[in-house]
């Protein structure tokens, strides 16, 4: 019993998920939602470490969930960070501030009056939102579609 134990601490401690984010799983659920996609990589072409890239674009409340498959952990986690740097010029407006990190997992979430933004980082992908708020909602039924914690 004690070695269960000790291995259950371990994994939690250890930031270990069975979960991974996978962009074939966000393109399916997205389309189910009823999300345009757009995998179109302008944006970040000129980034070799953007492996691939799709936009979820709600063509009726004109808004758009971003996800980014980079080169490996480490460029996702830079990635997290430049993104929260500027997330964080709207840090002291907040209505809702969640932030978890984790060695292959890291969340930041924040909520004004007028946005929603949220990073989602785990291992070498990341999900970028920074829109209006008032399509809070819908973004948070396709992240609880695709499992993720927010």
């Known amino acids: 019993m004690r ?7 371990i994994l939690i401690l250890s930031g270990c998920t ?3 984010l996978n962009i074939d799983e966000f393109r399916k659920t997205s389309l189910n939602e009823g999300y345009y996609l757009d995998n179109e990589n302008r944006e970040y ?6 492996q ?3 936009y979820a ?3 009726e409340k004109d808004y758009l969930v971003q996800f980014i498959k980079l080169k490996d952990d480490d460029y996702a986690y830079r990635f997290f960070l430049t993104n929260q ?5 709207e840090k002291n407006k907040y209505t809702y501030f969640k932030e978890e990190n984790t060695s292959n997992y890291n969340l930041y979430h924040i909520e004004t009056e007028k946005y929603y933004m949220l990073l989602i980082r785990m291992d070498n992908s990341v999900i970028y939102v920074n829109t209006d708020i008032e399509y809070k909602s819908d973004i948070e039924d396709l992240l609880d579609n695709l499992k993720l914690n927010y």
């Open 18 to 20: 069975n979960y991974h």
């Open 52 to 54: 691939d890239i799709c």
């Open 45 to 50: 072409k000129n980034y070799d470490y953007v």
């Open 3 to 9: 070695k269960i134990l000790i291995i259950v601490t």
């Open 85 to 89: 740097d500027a997330f964080n010029q």
């Open 57 to 59: 674009y709600n063509r």
